[in-house]
């Protein structure tokens, strides 16, 4: 996948591809697809709920067919219920769930609608700011002083309500969060820890722990993806040099650390790898985010990053694609869930699915971007490593 004539060829097989998703999916909710390749229905308070819909979403700016607009417009309603129904769901990923549908929606179109539901959604994620440690509380119950990589890729929703609003807090509260997951979350050799844990009340740190991760010293490779886009986000929303080069850092370890067809297993750091199953959805993330990296690096360092996002999606797209089975509902399979739980393992995964249809939109010069909006802080200021 190295020229426009490439990508463009493949925009046009995953019009065939989502607009068969469409059909097949009806009202549905996706998150896993097992070996049947139906995808199950969950509840649109799951964190994973913002991805079908966002997928459309880029499909519609990509190709500019209103179809797609049609039927993303109402995922967002449809999880602002939410907030005014009893659940236990909602948590730090309401990032997740607003970017890809309300914040998306009023970037394209200007829907008022869209932009109070966004803000609503990063008041609910301002909400649970630990201020003893500079942190955002990861899920609920009480386990009230952890901390996990993920969360950088929910706190350009902040960055996002201060560009509309004029407040800093939220931008205040963004910057904490992502200084304390670079102080405490990134290692030196690029590597990320998944959970981090503090004392909810004093603030200090208590240490690592596994989570979705093979052990708490492993590298859980879809962790390590999210650091290297989370943190490629946060650059481009602040223009602060320390943000991108620690996007570097986990890129070349991710990259560095990739087996030969560029999917990596679930883990990094397996003891023995006979048996265990591999995560193409940290691959397409991975993709998505190296693509941004590269914006935003001078032009002898571009290829660095562009080329193995490139090679990814080329290996993502012959070897994990689904193209010759219409009955097949996911874009990609082997994606792995959450081993250490035994959760959706071996399928297809709908955040798999948008972060690679993102990362194709990207090569094709797609612009309306929330996860990492602002190519001027790149164009404008080439960063330097420090």
């Not at 991805?51 to 602002?80: C, K, N, Q, S």
């Not at 990063?122 to 996990?148: M, S």
């Not at 010759?324 to 035994?342: C, M, Q, S, V």
């Amino acid at each position: 996948m190295t020229n426009k004539s490439e990508t463009a060829e493949l925009l046009a097989r995953l019009e065939e591809k989502v607009d068969r998703m469409i059909a097949q999916f009806g009202d549905k909710c996706p998150h896993f697809a097992g070996k049947d390749g139906i995808y199950d229905d969950m509840g649109t308070d799951w964190w994973t709920s913002g991805f079908w819909g966002g997928l459309l979403w880029v499909m519609h700016g990509a190709t500019g067919h209103d179809r797609y607009r049609e039927a993303a417009w109402h995922w967002d309603e449809t999880i602002e219920s939410w907030f005014v129904k009893p659940t236990d769901q909602l948590n730090h990923d309401v990032g997740f769930q607003f970017l890809p549908t309300a914040v998306i929606k009023h970037t394209a179109t200007g829907d008022e609608d869209g932009r109070r539901r966004g803000l609503e959604a990063a008041d609910f994620l301002a909400g649970r700011f630990n201020p003893a440690a500079d942190f955002l509380r990861a899920w609920n119950g009480d386990k009230y002083g952890w901390a996990i990589i993920d969360c950088m890729m929910n706190i350009p929703l902040l960055f996002w309500a201060t560009e509309m609003t004029g407040d800093p807090r939220y931008k205040h509260i963004a910057l904490r969060h992502a200084d304390t997951a670079l102080r405490y979350s990134v290692r030196e050799d690029g590597s990320v820890n998944h959970i981090i844990s503090f004392d909810p009340e004093s603030g200090a740190y208590l240490g690592s722990l596994g989570g979705q991760g093979s052990a708490p010293d492993s590298a859980w490779s879809r962790g390590t993806a999210w650091g290297l886009y989370g943190f490629a986000a946060a650059y481009r929303w602040t223009g602060d040099v320390k943000y991108l080069n620690a996007a570097k850092r986990i890129a070349h370890f991710f990259v560095a650390s990739l087996p030969d067809d560029l999917v990596p297993y679930w883990d990094f750091r397996l003891d023995d790898l006979d048996g265990e199953p591999r995560d193409t959805s940290a691959s397409a993330i991975a993709a998505s985010g190296l693509l941004d990296i590269a914006d935003c690096v001078p032009s002898a360092e571009r290829r660095t990053y562009l080329e193995p996002a490139r090679r990814i999606l080329a290996s993502l797209t012959d070897r994990y694609g689904t193209w010759d089975r219409p009955g097949h509902e996911g874009i990609l399979i082997a994606a792995t869930g959450h081993k250490p739980g035994n959760g959706c393992i071996d399928g297809s995964l709908i955040y798999g699915d948008y972060f690679y249809v993102e990362a194709v939109a990207k090569l094709n010069g797609w612009k309306q971007r929330v996860f990492t909006p602002h190519p001027q802080v790149c164009a404008e200021k080439p960063a330097v490593s420090v």
